[in-house]
């Protein structure tokens, strides 16, 4: 039986978010301004979102408290609201926003914060940010951010390469040439993503491969050891991660076992709740494996163009047994054999 490395997965998931690695992740990229002590960075996020507390500080509060655990961003619209209304008003709606617990605000725009909001940051040890970003891009950035970081992730033992511009997963027993493989494509120049362990990240209803940090561009090959790809066969022959959208699964060839030798059967891997299309290769001596890969991802390449060569194929065959059981003439090519072919 070949190892299955999806089996019984140990599945993780961040549920938090210190403030502190938001702020040092995005201060410069975002352009952040910290207007309180460095101490309140110690809040921690723990929701995915950004919320704009327009409604609450006009005095609807009733839905606040579901959305005040989000990052609290102000934009123009709500600066102008705040510019327009008086500092008593100001006072008051601080005061009753304050009542909730909010891990950070920002203003937007590179904005400047009234004081009475300061003063609520500062007596609520919140930290408080400006960027120069505008509302939309900010939002997105931090949206993207917080999904990924929240994101279900696990690490398999398995090799990942780019070929064609296709994820390729491979697993298999420890012995079977996963490593080989995937050394012979990067030669061939497919880029390098991952060997022996894979961290697996879903983001939506999709997967991400990349490499752990402490191995991340290394390979260990059975007779030399451990290689650095990036310096022997450069930097465009690797890169930090990729979508995985084939899983290969090498296995020992077997005398009697059945293989599929059609392509109408689609067989798949469930991986953190998502199906990935899955290749069934048995290892025999001799066999190119390199060329068996790339000849599955333009394969793969073909179907998601809605180019299926296998049901292609199925329909017209079909359609002959139809025809003839019709009783209707069909074409044998003997023609196309004889046309004016010279034979020696």
């Known amino acids: 039986m070949s190892y299955n490395p999806f089996h019984h997965?140990?599945?993780k998931r961040r549920t938090s978010c210190p403030v502190l690695v938001f702020f040092k992740h995005f201060r410069q990229s975002l352009k952040l301004t910290l207007h309180t002590p460095e101490e309140s960075l110690r809040t921690n996020l723990t929701q995915i979102g950004v919320h704009r507390p327009g409604?609450?500080?006009s005095g609807y509060t009733a839905s606040y408290?579901?959305?005040a655990s989000q990052i609290q961003m102000i934009g123009s619209t709500e600066w102008n609201y705040l510019e327009s209304v008086g500092?008593?008003?100001r006072e008051r709606i601080f005061a009753k926003l304050s009542e909730y617990e909010s891990p950070m605000w920002v203003l937007t725009h590179n904005l400047?914060?009234?004081?009475e909001l300061l003063e609520m940051c500062k007596r609520k040890n919140i930290p408080l940010m400006t960027t120069e970003l505008s509302t939309f891009p900010f939002a997105k950035e931090i949206q993207q951010f917080l999904e990924i970081y929240f994101a279900e992730f696990t690490s398999v033992h398995a090799s990942l390469v780019d070929v064609y511009g296709v994820g390729m997963l491979y697993v298999g027993d420890s012995n079977v040439g996963k490593s080989e493989c995937v050394l012979d494509l990067v030669e061939r120049g497919h880029r390098f993503v991952a060997d022996d362990a894979v961290r697996i990240i879903r983001i939506g209803d999709m997967l991400v491969g990349r490499s752990d940090s402490v191995i991340q561009h290394?390979?260990?090959i059975r007779g030399i050891g451990i290689v650095n790809m990036k310096e022997m066969f450069g930097i465009a022959s690797v890169r930090r991660r990729k979508k995985i959208e084939v899983v290969v699964d090498l296995q020992p060839w077997r005398q009697g076992s059945s293989y599929e030798r059609t392509g109408l059967f689609h067989a798949s891997e469930t991986i953190l709740g998502v199906k990935v299309p899955k290749v069934l290769i048995p290892v025999a001596p001799g066999k190119s494996l390199t060329v068996i890969s790339e000849v599955i991802a333009m394969n793969t390449l073909l179907k998601l163009n809605g180019v299926d060569a296998a049901n292609e194929f199925n329909k017209s065959l079909m359609k002959i047994i139809q025809d003839k059981a019709k009783g209707v003439f069909v074409e044998d090519g003997f023609d196309e054999f004889l046309g004016g072919a010279t034979y020696e």
């Open 9 to 11: 997965l140990n599945i």
């Open 55 to 57: 409604l609450a500080m």
């Open 65 to 67: 408290k579901e959305s």
């Open 87 to 89: 500092k008593e008003e």
């Open 112 to 115: 400047q914060p009234h004081p």
């Open 218 to 220: 290394h390979m260990e």
